[in-house]
């Protein structure tokens, strides 16, 4: 463990006074391993990782990690929270966001229409009708304007000044972007039996009260949009200015704003709709609007107007317009992810017959250089994948030795440095002795797994009403402390109620950093909220850990930034002296450095069996993690221990030092 970059959120209440009812939503189901593997009191023997001895200096000493504790509650754990998603499969024709919920295909340009905040366009297909299993459970009503409000203030977005809206910056982006997805999810999981669009509801009450920002149209790069962003929704693009249509897939300024009176683009969405060349990376073969899209069956050929004639007019004027691109997610096969992919320069431009006939317009678009890589490190990741190309430094293909279901790989592009000092790699926690509960837990009898508004369901209840993950695996509650299923519950190992069971959802890998020893990344895309891995060693007594460089600490105190607390949480009062070493055995979680600014979080989870609960540590998302990109956590504060160390996570909320 050492140091990365991010940024946190947590809890909210809901008066559970309005809750009237609530439906399950025919979901996609994540695959775990076998009942017998998931069992709390057990612990998976894999062969032990043995590093060729290493040739290179050793990381410096990190002080232990700890959660996320309120200030002043030396014992007692504040968690902050980030919730989302839930998932369905959707009929062809359309695609599905993040949380699964159907939407319109962003592939498809349906440049004649700007703007589907409303949701009311021509065209539209209609919405399926819910499943049989939906009507099996009662809706909930919850007023989640108070919800809103309180997650506005909390951010400090309630009186984002206009300077703020019309020119964003990092900081102000990363916040209604962390508002909007912990807004969304919330809805995603209250309104989960219905047939909604909460990105849709989220982004249109976010307008109302004025929270987007980068609101003027402009040419080049948006403030606080950085090259490599990735997106799950196609409303996250609109309020943070970097693509102004919902469904257009090309933004342009109108002649109005333009000196010689001609418009000019200033961004597009390649996403599959059209018969595109992604090229090689610094290539895009970008096919025009309109014509041969219409829903209707009729083919017309393409007019060299509006957002065609923007294009046209670029090619002329040679300014740089924003390229996002969109992928399909491997996660969510109806669904799409967005990467910006920087500035390009629309270079030439013709027309040419298309495969049912009619005119469309060509435009061929080339990276301006100089750019930070973006689409080609998606593309390269491919390759590796499939085989096809080879990986610079890799040291050992699994350092699991086989005891994760993907593999983790150990890489070191930087140095001679063979591997990490000896340890054996354990993918759960190992317990001496357990938690005494006053009583046992009853387990649940969902032979399908447990569903969303089910209200007979003991895990739900103990939930307090809702299902903490979605069908994708993605954390929803706002909760300190989320109750898993366990042993003596009847749901298969792929229920969504045993997300952190299954082990890491993404292939993960293990490299040598510049200057922090080793780290933690993902080669594949990470959506806010998504679990990463849980935190693997030896529960150890309080005092016991001296001198470890890898223990967790959950009687650390954070100091959560703008924390959004759940006071009718009665478990965040709840001490948790859960200390882990990973020192002698461990996993993954071992080597997450430390970063003040974190795009990684942790919670407690229980899994209980006969009157004896098993806690266990879980790290989820922040926001959206593209590949590559280091997986950070903030380490804390002990006050007790009055040794400091050199804070090098670079982020611009540096303390320069930590415990």
């Not at 200030?71 to 949380?99: H, M």
């Not at 366009?121 to 009662?138: I, L, M, T, V, Y």
């Not at 307090?464 to 003596?488: D, N």
């Not at 950070?632 to 909320?653: E, V």
Request: proline share 7%; hydrophobic share 30%.
């Amino acid at each position: 463990m050492e140091q990365g970059t991010g940024s946190n959120a947590n809890p909210l209440s809901v008066d559970k006074t309005r809750v009237l009812d609530v439906k399950p939503l025919r979901c996609l189901s994540p695959v775990f391993p076998s009942q017998s593997e998931m069992s709390s009191l057990s612990t998976p023997q894999p062969s032990p990782f043995v590093c060729v001895p290493p040739t290179g200096p050793f990381p410096s000493g990190v002080s232990p990690i700890f959660p996320f504790v309120a200030p002043n509650e030396t014992s007692q754990q504040t968690t902050s929270g980030v919730p989302l998603n839930s998932g369905r499969s959707t009929r062809p024709g359309r695609s599905a966001g993040a949380d699964g919920l159907a939407v319109e295909d962003d592939g498809v340009h349906v440049n004649d229409v700007e703007d589907s905040s409303t949701g009311k366009k021509k065209g539209r297909p209609k919405k399926p009708k819910r499943s049989q299993q939906a009507a099996e459970f009662p809706r909930v009503e919850v007023d989640v304007e108070p919800l809103l409000n309180q997650l506005l203030t909390s951010f400090k977005l309630v009186e984002l000044d206009q300077v703020k809206k019309a020119d964003g910056d990092k900081e102000v982006v990363a916040r209604i972007l962390l508002v909007f997805d912990l807004f969304r999810r919330r809805m995603a999981q209250i309104d989960e039996s219905r047939d909604t669009r909460p990105d849709l509801k989220a982004s249109n009450m976010l307008r109302t009260k004025g929270i987007r920002t980068n609101q003027t149209k402009r040419i080049g790069n948006v403030p606080g949009v950085e090259v490599g962003d990735i997106f799950f929704f196609r409303m996250e693009l609109c309020i943070v200015g970097l693509h102004a249509p919902t469904m257009s897939g090309i933004d342009y300024v109108s002649p109005k704003l333009t000196r010689d009176e001609e418009p000019l683009a200033v961004s597009i969405v390649s996403a599959g709709g059209y018969d595109d060349d992604g090229g090689d990376g610094d290539l895009l073969v970008y096919t025009g609007q309109g014509g041969v899209q219409r829903k209707d069956g009729k083919m017309f050929d393409q007019k060299l107007e509006g957002g065609n004639l923007a294009l046209e007019k670029s090619v002329h004027r040679a300014n740089e317009v924003r390229v996002i691109r969109g992928v399909k997610d491997v996660a969510n096969p109806t669904g799409k992810i967005y990467i910006y992919d920087g500035l390009y320069k629309v270079q030439e431009s013709w027309t040419e017959k298309s495969k049912s006939e009619c005119n469309v317009f060509k435009y061929k678009l080339v990276r301006v250089p100089g750019q930070p890589e973006a689409f080609k490190v998606w593309k390269s990741i491919q390759q590796w994948k499939d085989g096809v190309a080879s990986r610079v430094g890799v040291i050992l293909p699994d350092l699991t030795s086989g005891a994760e279901r993907q593999p983790v790989c150990l890489v070191n592009d930087v140095d001679d440095e063979k591997g990490p000092a000896y340890f054996t790699y354990i993918p759960t926690l190992k317990y001496s002795k357990p938690f005494i509960m006053p009583r046992p837990s009853p387990g649940c009898h969902c032979l399908d797994g447990c569903q969303s508004g089910d209200s007979n369901c003991p895990c739900i209840q103990r939930n307090e009403g809702f299902l903490p993950y979605s069908s994708l695996g993605v954390l929803m509650s706002y909760k300190t402390l989320i109750r898993e299923c366990f042993s003596a519950c009847s749901c298969p190992p792929d229920c969504r109620n045993r997300i952190s069971q299954g082990g890491p959802k993404v292939r993960l890998e293990v490299f040598k950093t510049k200057n922090r020893g080793w780290g933690l990344r993902s080669l594949d895309p990470i959506r806010g909220g998504g679990f990463i891995c849980e935190y693997a060693g030896e529960v150890i007594d309080v005092g016991n850990d001296k001198d470890d460089n890898y223990t967790f600490d959950a009687t650390r105190i954070y100091e959560p930034l703008e924390a959004v607390h759940d006071y009718n949480d009665e478990s965040r009062k709840v001490p948790f002296p859960l200390i882990i070493s990973a020192k002698n055995g461990g996993n993954i979680a071992r080597f997450m450095n430390h970063s003040c600014s974190p795009n990684v979080y942790w919670k407690l989870v229980v899994r209980e069996s006969n009157n004896e609960a098993y806690f266990h540590i879980a790290f989820f998302a922040i926001r959206h993690i593209p590949p590559m990109q280091e997986l950070t956590y903030d380490y804390g504060i002990n006050k007790a221990d009055r040794r400091r160390k050199q804070c090098l996570c670079g982020s611009l909320n540096c303390r320069r030092y930590f415990h």
